[in-house]
Nanobody, 122 residues
Framework: QVQLVESGGGLVQAGGSLRLSCAAS????????MGWYRQAPGKQRDSVAR???????SYADSVKGRFTISRDNAKNTVYLQMNSLKPEDTGVYYC????????????????WGQGTQVTVSS
């Protein structure tokens, strides 16, 4: 089994910053990619940022230039630095990881964290 544990959410004023962390543990042979989704109240869950094993990053247009995703491969941890936060960034942020659990399998499974609340006040 694999567990993803997120931390770093909270309440911040518009213009402020937060840093989210997500650590993966358990049965892990390799992690192909890690990323973050967010879900605002009454809306669907959307991708915010992703980083693949080679280090290539991708971002939703709404967060480009404000958010930065990074990864510590030795710690199986992904970070999301969020700057210049806006009220529309409010939501539950979920960490994801695409993981190959065993060396003898090519199956890759996506795992999800439990979510962490980010609230940006105006």
């Amino acid at each position: 089994q694999v567990q993803l544990v997120e931390s770093g959410g909270g309440l911040v004023q518009a213009g402020g910053s937060l840093r989210l962390s997500c650590a993966a543990s358990g049965s892990i042979f390799s992690i192909l990619s890690m990323g973050w989704y967010r879900q605002a109240p009454g809306k669907q869950r959307d991708s915010v940022a992703r980083i693949i094993s080679g280090g290539t990053e991708s971002y939703a247009d709404s967060v480009k230039g404000r958010f930065t995703i990074s990864r510590d491969n030795a710690k199986n941890t992904v970070y999301l630095q969020m700057n210049s936060l806006k009220p529309e960034d409010t939501g539950v942020y979920y960490c994801t990881a695409d993981i190959r659990s065993r060396s003898f399998t090519t199956i890759v499974q996506r795992y999800w964290g439990q979510g962490t609340q980010v609230t940006v006040s105006s």
